[in-house]
């Protein structure tokens, strides 16, 4: 059986009390993501802005529910239907669920063009957007940050096989 049969092919009730994913595999995962974001808009002249934030948004709908940053840590990002089964994260929830990430990089974006103490503000205000994520995943009792609310996902991490 592989990693995919056995997160989809089982119902729900099966999953909501197992496979949580930890907190510093989350924070590592999303920092690879962030790291491969600040590449593109640094490497790619002109629009690497835009497709910083085009991966920043549909990142977690890769590779059946997980960026390059869960795929490399063993996390994938899941959604409950309406029926009794589970599902891996579309573009749709990737967006819906990385949305108050790309509202804090569009801000960045718009305040880095400040001379001389623009890159401040940007920091701050992208230091704001990820305390306050963090903040809510920590006090969640599912796991689940503000994003997580909007898509109705949630992030497991993936079981080893034996």
Not at 4 to 17: A, I, N, R, T
Not at 51 to 71: H, M, N, P, Q, W
Not at 135 to 147: D, F, H, Q, Y
Not at 151 to 160: I, W
Request: proline share 2%; glycine share 8%.
């Amino acid at each position: 059986m592989s990693v995919s049969e056995s997160l989809f092919d089982q119902p729900v009730s099966e999953h909501k009390e197992s496979g949580k994913a930890g907190l510093l595999n989350r924070i590592i995962a999303r920092t690879i993501d962030f790291i491969i974001v600040a590449a593109l808009y640094e490497v790619i002249p002109k629009v690497g802005f835009f497709a910083g934030l085009t991966y920043l948004l549909i990142a977690d709908g890769l590779f059946e529910g997980r960026s390059v940053g869960k795929k490399l840590i063993g996390l994938r990002v899941y959604v409950y239907d309406n029926t009794d089964n589970v599902r891996a994260c579309s573009f749709r929830e990737s967006i819906l669920r990385n949305f108050p990430f790309a509202v804090g990089f569009v801000l960045f974006g718009i305040f880095n063009v400040i001379p001389l103490i623009g890159w401040l503000f940007s920091l701050l205000i992208v230091a704001a957007v990820v305390l306050f994520e963090s903040l809510v995943l920590m006090g969640s009792e599912k796991g689940m940050r503000v994003g997580d609310e909007l898509a109705k996902t949630h992030v497991v991490q993936e079981r080893q096989e034996e």
